[in-house]
Structures are given as C-alpha cells and as structure tokens.
C-alpha cells in the first residue's frame, strides 16, 4: 500500500512540472460521437482509444504478482491531448509514448472504479507503452496453492476479468464496447502450463514462455489467463478440454457431447467465429460456473458429475460465442443482452440436442429462479428492469436472475408471438449484423422494431418488457410435463400416500431431482427429510448441483441427520463457487444460523476468489 502511495505522489509530481495543466477536453454532443457513455471506464474512447494491446507479462508466483509491459497501438483524435486507462491495485513504473518516456498521472478513483491513469500524447502518438505490477490487492487474479488443486501437486493461477476486473491486471481501457485484438508473451515457471482466451498451446513449453495471438476483436473483460499443470485432450477437430492430470479422463467423457452442441448451435444462428472451441476445468474455487473467454470456457470442476448431467453450463458458455462475445453489451446497464439471449440459446442447444422436454424442464427452473430473484429485489423495483442504471454503483449489482432470466423470458414470450420461424431467422440476422461489435438495449429495439416487428405489423410491448419493472402480464407460462410428474408425488408424499424409498426409485432426470427437492414444502418436518435422505442418499450424492439445493432445504427444515452438518461445512470449504455457496450461507442466515455461517466461513474465506469473498462479506455482514 505505502508504496502505491509513493508511486501516486512521484507521479502526481511529475504531472504537475512537465505537463501543461490545460482542462481535459469535454467531449462534444452525444450524438455524434461513436462510442456510448459508459459510466465504469475513465476511458474516453471518442477522443482517444487503444485497438491492439501486447502484453508482456511474468507469472511470480512467489510474490504473487504479475510484472511486466502492456503496449498499444492507439488512435487519437487530431485534438486530443490524453489518452485514459483504468487501472485498480496496480503500480505504474512508467510510461512511454512512441518509445519515448513520458509523464503519467494516476488520478485516485475510487473503491469501485479505481485509478484513472491519465497519459499526455503529443500529436502523432500511435504506441504506448506502460510498464506496471500487480498487487496483494488485486481483485482479477487468483493464486492457488497445491493443496487448492486437484492434483495437489503445483501451484494454479487463474484470472476472472468479468465485469471490471481486467484493470487488476492489466491497465486498460476496461468497457466493454471498446473491442481489442491482442499478442501475449508470458513467463511463467517450467513445470507449468498457461493458457488464455487465445490461440492455445497444447503442452508445455520447454523454457516456460508462451506466445498468445488473438487476432478477433474482443471485449477487455474476455482476455483471461491460467496457469497451471494440466494437460490438453482434443474431443473433435475444433473442440478439446484442458484439466489437471487426475481429471482429464473424466473430463473428456463429460464433454463429449460438446461437438454436437456446436453443431447444433450452428445451425441455430450460423458459423461459429472463433475457429476452436476448448474447455480449461479449473479448481474447484473458481467463483462462477464458467466464465466464457473465447477460444477457452473457464470451467468449475463441480460440472463434473459423472453423467453429463451438468453440462447445460457448456452450452451456456459456447453460446456467448455469439451471444455476448460475438455482439456484446456495449454498457454493463445492457447486460441482459449478454445474458438473456445466451439463456435464450442455450436452452435452444439443449432443446436441439437433448430433446423438447429437456429444454421445457430448464425453462420451468429458470422460472421458479426468476420468481425467487423477484422476491429478492422487492425492494428494488428499478433493479428488476431489463435496462438498468448502475450509475455509482458496481456492476456487479445488475447480475442478477433479472438478466439472465427475465431476459430469457421476453425472448421466449417474443417467439410465442411471432412464431419461431420468425424469431429464428431474426436471431442468426442479428448476430450475422452486429458480429465483432457492441450494442445498446436501445440499438438493438431499433432493429428489433425495423427488422421483426414493423415488416411483420406485429405489435409488442417491447418497452415494457424492457424499461418498467416487474414481469409483463403478456408473458408466456412455462410449462413442463416432466415436473408436473413431479409436483404429483410431492403432493402424494405429503398426504403420506407414497413413501419415500419409492420417490427415490422413480428414473429421473437432474433437473426433476432438483425441482424435488427444491419443492419440498415447508409443512414438511426434519423427520420426513430424515426418511427422504435414508433413502435417496441427498446428502452424501456427488453431485454438486443436488447437493446445493438439498443442504438449502436441510437447514430450512432444521435437518441434521446422516452427517449433514459435516458435508455442509466441506462443501462449503472446498467449493468457492459464488452461486452455490452464497445459497448456503444465505440458507444459514436466515434460519437462525449466522454463527455457525460465521464459523465456517472464517475457515473457507481464504480458499475464495475475491469474487466470491465481496459477496460473501457482504451478505454475512463479515469484516476482517
Ligand atoms: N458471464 C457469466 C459469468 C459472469 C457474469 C461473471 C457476470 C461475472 C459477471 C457466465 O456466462 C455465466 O452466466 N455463468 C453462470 C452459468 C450459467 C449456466 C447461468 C454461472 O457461473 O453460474
Ligand atoms: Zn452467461
């Protein structure tokens, strides 16, 4: 920290002798101007903007830093006299423009946006370059002992860049409208092997240096890296999976569905852009589910069940191909043109691989998932708006089931409207229009309107659905016979006209165990529960899904017998991904438990990623 501090003041002194001190141009008009308002970056792209970036970076896994240079080819306005990047939690040694050493200002921002790193340019700048070091406080990167990784043997390091993260790592002009190609060179130590959302090596290198070449336009928050011991199994000639040495054989039987999952997205919405499409499964604290960095999905181990059961989560991620990275959300107020269409899409994959009933029982899930979001944000209506305002606020605020689920659910009510013939054909000629660049929601209404609506004469209450909050009442109903089967012995369980060893018998799909279990009415005691996992053996399944969903119902039905407590407190421990154990701790919370969450949660804490950590803080009310 304090030498962050030297570092601002020697800079602010720098800045205040060699620069002219003259007002940073306003920018003119809206109008006009190329590049939308987007209130998490300083970049200020209309006047100045990096569209190359070449990282040259070491992997100190001892310090745990990155040390090294990011350079950028840029283009200038004739008048501009700056050039901004983001930057959070890192050291700027220095600045040079055109190879020539220049002055530099890191302006203090704050907690959530971080610095603005302000660079002067004389008029015919092209390349700059900024020497940096991450710190102790960077938020992008995770750096894993042996003991956090499956093979327990070496270190791991990943980075999430997702949604204003990449600045912890790299300087940059961090929004996601302002796309980039990039080169990288990194170091890293012999026994490991890296790899980015880029074209990938598939083994190790000699001398512990890679060369990354990402020729197609992406978002800053989609350049992501990891760095560990794994290995590389090709599944089809575009498709393959990197894991750990003791995983990769389970690995490549989960997915090796994933061909016919591109297919059928191709099908779908045309070509698949990216060339190759691979899957790195990381260690088990990795906060999300998956993390869609082209080339390369970021991948939790807990999808790894045994029985492709989970790997809905695939076709999630290799739909952002399209949806996402392909046309991406031009603000973080947009990202339910990220997430909703992705929902969309995926659901549609797995309708077209797996069948309609397959696909109709996701649609009923993300339905109660969106119905507990509701309850969630009743106190913040604005927040259940599709379009949403996260003006002073972080991002993070807007990733929620709205996004993702009411998102799905205008699309899905839009096809009913129109026909999926329709929809279909507006779908592939949207992404074909807007691939390798971003959008506004009020973009993408104009070609809705012009595209689908209007040479259609179909009226839709698109700015409803998009602008007020709540869930129109237009909205389709979501229907899936396969839980009304479900539904059916609930109620039989709970009139005591079936027993539970026969529930445990019926051959059902993941998604009716999971609507089971997360339908078991509060009416029910722990001793019916107890009766339950006698028998179906919830609390000691391997699935990790099942295993979220059953602990949350343990706890709210004050549960606590084969061991439960145990595996909540393991669970909780090894997994660090954000969704399951936020509904853990959440659970604990609000049954009376915040102790026990507390004590558990002091023990888990340093295993997060500091995704995972912020919420967690926050929901327990936890500080240091
Ligand atoms: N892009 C998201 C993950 C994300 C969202 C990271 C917002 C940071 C900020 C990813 O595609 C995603 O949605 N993952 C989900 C899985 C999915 C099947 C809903 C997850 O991780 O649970
Ligand atoms: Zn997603």
Redesign the pocket.
Same mark, same amino acid.
């Given at each position: 920290m304090k030498k962050i501090i030297q570092i601002l003041t020697i800079s602010f002194l720098i800045w205040n002798c060699t620069t002219d001190k003259k007002e940073i141009p306003k920018t003119t008009t809206k109008s006009s101007l190329k590049y939308a308002t987007d209130v998490h970056s300083y970049a200020k792209p209309n006047e100045a903007v990096a569209k190359h970036l070449d990282l040259d970076i070491k992997v100190d896994f001892k310090n745990k830093i990155i040390s090294g240079s990011a350079t950028y080819k840029i283009e200038k306005n004739v008048n501009a006299k700056y050039i901004h990047f983001d930057a959070k939690a890192l050291v700027i040694k220095n600045v040079t423009v055109n190879d020539k050493k220049t002055s530099f200002n890191l302006v203090k921002g704050d907690e959530i946006h971080g610095d603005n790193l302000t660079i002067a340019l004389p008029k015919d700048s092209k390349k700059v370059t900024i020497f940096y070091e991450t710190t102790h406080k960077t938020e992008a990167l995770q750096f894993l002992n042996p003991q956090q990784t499956a093979d327990k043997k070496q270190a791991f390091l990943l980075t $999430?860049g $997702?949604?204003i993260l990449t600045r912890t790592w790299i300087p940059i002009q961090d929004s996601p409208q302002l796309r980039l190609t990039y080169n990288a060179k990194v170091s890293v130590p012999t026994n490991l092997m890296a790899v980015m959302s880029a074209e990938n090596p598939k083994e190790k290198s000699e001398n512990g240096m890679y060369n990354f070449t990402m020729k197609q336009a992406i978002s800053p928050?989609l350049i992501a890296l990891a760095v560990g011991d794994f290995e590389y199994r090709k599944l089809s000639e575009r498709t393959g999976v990197y894991a750990e040495h003791s995983l990769i054989d389970k690995s490549a039987k989960e997915f090796e569905d994933v061909e016919k999952m591109v297919l059928a997205a191709e099908k779908l919405y045309g070509a698949y852009n990216w060339e190759q499409y691979d899957i790195i499964v990381l260690p088990p604290s990795f =906060?999300? +589910? +998956?993390? %869609?960095n082209p080339r390369l999905t970021f991948a #939790?181990p807990t999808i790894i069940a045994g029985d492709k059961s989970l790997t #809905?989560?695939i076709a999630? %991620?290799l739909a952002?191909s399209w949806s +996402?990275n392909l046309v991406t959300n031009a603000t973080w107020d947009d990202?339910w043109l990220? %997430?909703g269409f #992705? !929902?969309y899409f %995926?659901r549609r994959i797995m309708e077209a691989v797996y069948g309609k009933k397959y696909g109709d029982m996701l649609a009923v899930i993300g339905r109660q998932d969106l119905d507990e979001g509701l309850e969630g944000l009743k106190d913040n209506p604005n927040d259940t708006k599709l379009k949403l305002d996260l003006n002073g606020r972080t =991002?993070?605020d807007g990733?929620t089931d709205i996004a993702?689920e009411k998102g799905f659910l205008f699309l899905k009510t839009l096809e009913a409207k129109v026909g999926r013939e329709k929809m279909d054909v507006f779908l592939k000629s949207y992404f074909k229009k807007h691939a390798f660049s971003t959008i506004t929601t009020e973009k993408f209404i104009a070609y809705l309107d012009e595209n689908l609506l209007i040479p259609n004469k179909i009226d839709f209450n698109t700015n409803e659905w998009i602008y007020k909050p709540g869930i129109p009442k237009n909205q389709v109903k979501i229907t899936s016979d396969k839980f009304e089967i479900v539904m059916q012995v609930i109620e039989k369980w709970k009139n005591g006209k079936m027993m539970a060893k026969d529930i445990c018998n019926q051959d059902w799909a993941i998604q009716q165990k999971i609507h089971f279990i997360r339908n078991i009415p509060a009416s029910l005691t722990a001793k019916d529960l107890e009766s339950l996992d006698a028998h179906c053996k919830y609390t000691h399944t391997t699935n990790s899904y099942i295993s979220m969903v059953w602990f949350e119902q343990a706890i709210k039905h004050s549960y606590h017998g084969q061991n439960v407590d145990k595996k909540i407190e393991e669970f909780l421990i090894t997994v660090g *991904? *954000?969704?399951y154990v936020t509904t853990v701790y959440r659970a604990l919370k609000n049954n009376n438990r915040l102790e026990d969450a507390l004590r558990i949660y002091k023990k888990a804490r340093p295993n997060y990623h500091s !995704?995972t950590v912020g919420s967690v803080d926050e929901m327990l009310g936890f500080e240091e």
């Open positions: $999430q $997702q949604a928050y =906060p999300f +589910g +998956g993390m %869609e #939790t #809905t989560l999630h %991620e952002h +996402g990202f990220n %997430e #992705t !929902v %995926e =991002p993070d990733m993702y *991904r *954000r969704w !995704v």
